[in-house]
């Protein structure tokens, strides 16, 4: 529990001087920042691999599947992993929702922030039924299988003009029906007075969304990582690192999203990599360094040939 609680109360400390210090003030937060912080955030997930190794070492957290410290650090770097390739459709989703809202780049650091302290607690919260329900019922293992290959499939066989659409989504519309909107961005609030009636800002309604569409992405991303581990601690503290680089990530790629867009077949790969690991579980068991170099692979694989198709394409357009 003390490390629960210390794990913790590092990410609120993180995030209080993310706020109070660093973007006290609203900016444009351009790339060399974004890559700065970005390669801060993922420094930092792969160092945290140490601290698992340290504390599986010393049993200073409970271990319910009895792992050795060197397996417990290789099951976070590939929960991690997992759950930053699949960020990156969030990021998508996230650029897309703030050019439907019109959101200013000053104002989207404030909403992502408070993005992520609501996808932490929800996160959270689905982790901990997740687990509960893959040590209650093993038969659950399937089932999160089969949903990871539906997932899968669905993103390859979708087409372009199926594309999410903010202000069409039931999210937005049943907003619309419970408080007044207005479409006037005021500084950084989530709400103003307009003649004795409080509404509702864009940054508030694109906070909603994000927040909505965060517990989607969460119903693949969290069976995902349970493919690796059940282990509480492994799962949570892995998926909120990712989500912690999220933000930084956004900024970073935000303007180049284009380019890495071969990257979805590597994430469809993960996806259904993963699904098929939870249906044959028990007929063959994956070793984790096989998983790693499944999942990296394909991360990297991905990003050289859209690195390289990106390229191609401008050559031909000159």
Same mark, same amino acid.
């Given at each position: 529990?003390?490390?629960?609680?210390?794990?913790?109360?590092?990410?609120?400390?993180?995030?209080?001087?993310?706020?109070?210090?660093?973007?006290?003030?609203?900016?444009?937060?351009?790339?060399?920042?974004?890559?700065?912080?970005?390669?801060?955030?993922?420094?930092?997930?792969?160092?945290?691999?140490?601290?698992?190794?340290?504390?599986?070492?010393?049993?200073?957290?409970?271990?319910?599947?009895?792992?050795?410290?060197?397996?417990?650090?290789?099951?976070?770097?590939?929960?991690?992993?997992?759950?930053?390739?699949?960020?990156?459709?969030?990021?998508?989703?996230?650029?897309?929702?703030?050019?439907?809202?019109?959101?200013?780049?000053?104002?989207?650091?404030?909403?992502?922030?408070?993005?992520?302290?609501?996808?932490?607690?929800?996160?959270?919260?689905?982790?901990?039924?997740?687990?509960?329900?893959?040590?209650? /019922?093993?038969?659950?293992? #399937?089932?999160?299988?089969?949903? +990871?290959? !539906?997932?899968?499939? $669905? =993103? @390859?066989?979708?087409?372009?003009?199926?594309?999410?659409?903010?202000?069409?989504?039931?999210?937005?519309?049943?907003?619309?029906?419970?408080?007044?909107?207005?479409?006037?961005?005021?500084?950084?609030?989530?709400?103003?007075?307009?003649?004795?009636?409080?509404?509702?800002?864009?940054?508030?309604?694109?906070?909603?969304?994000?927040?909505?569409?965060?517990?989607?992405?969460?119903?693949?991303?969290?069976?995902?990582?349970?493919?690796?581990?059940?282990?509480?601690?492994?799962?949570?503290?892995?998926?909120?690192?990712?989500?912690?680089?999220?933000?930084?990530?956004?900024?970073?790629?935000?303007?180049?999203?284009?380019? /890495?867009?071969?990257?979805? #077949?590597?994430?469809?790969?993960? +996806?259904? !990599?993963?699904?098929? $690991? =939870? @249906?044959?579980?028990?007929?063959?068991?994956?070793?984790?360094?096989?998983?790693?170099?499944?999942?990296?692979?394909?991360?990297?694989?991905?990003?050289?040939?859209?690195?390289?198709?990106?390229?191609?394409?401008?050559?031909?357009?000159?």
């Amino acid at each position: 529990m003390i490390v629960w609680i210390s794990f913790l109360a590092a990410i609120l400390l993180f995030l209080a001087l993310d706020l109070g210090i660093f973007n006290r003030t609203p900016h444009i937060i351009r790339s060399k920042e974004a890559s700065k912080w970005t390669a801060i955030w993922v420094t930092m997930s792969f160092l945290f691999s140490g601290i698992i190794y340290w504390l599986y070492s010393n049993n200073y957290v409970s271990n319910p599947d009895g792992l050795k410290p060197a397996g417990a650090s290789i099951k976070y770097i590939t929960g991690y992993l997992i759950e930053l390739s699949l960020s990156v459709d969030n990021i998508f989703v996230i650029a897309i929702i703030f050019s439907a809202f019109r959101i200013p780049q000053k104002y989207q650091h404030r909403v992502l922030f408070w993005g992520i302290l609501g996808a932490i607690i929800f996160r959270g919260l689905m982790i901990y039924f997740g687990v509960f329900l893959i040590n209650k /019922f093993t038969w659950t293992a #399937y089932l999160f299988g089969a949903f +990871l290959i !539906f997932t899968a499939m $669905k =993103m @390859l066989f979708t087409k372009e003009d199926d594309k999410f659409e903010p202000k069409k989504s039931f999210v937005y519309k049943t907003l619309r029906k419970i408080m007044p909107i207005t479409s006037h961005i005021d500084g950084e609030h989530f709400f103003v007075k307009r003649r004795h009636i409080t509404a509702a800002t864009p940054l508030f309604v694109a906070l909603i969304v994000i927040e909505v569409m965060d517990v989607v992405f969460a119903m693949d991303s969290v069976p995902a990582i349970l493919a690796i581990t059940s282990d509480p601690f492994l799962v949570f503290s892995s998926n909120i690192f990712a989500i912690l680089g999220l933000r930084s990530m956004y900024f970073f790629l935000a303007n180049m999203l284009e380019r /890495f867009s071969y990257l979805e #077949y590597s994430l469809i790969g993960i +996806l259904t !990599f993963v699904g098929l $690991k =939870m @249906l044959l579980h028990d007929l063959y068991e994956v070793p984790e360094w096989a998983s790693l170099t499944f999942i990296a692979l394909s991360l990297i694989i991905g990003i050289v040939v859209s690195l390289k198709m990106s390229k191609e394409e401008n050559f031909e357009d000159q």
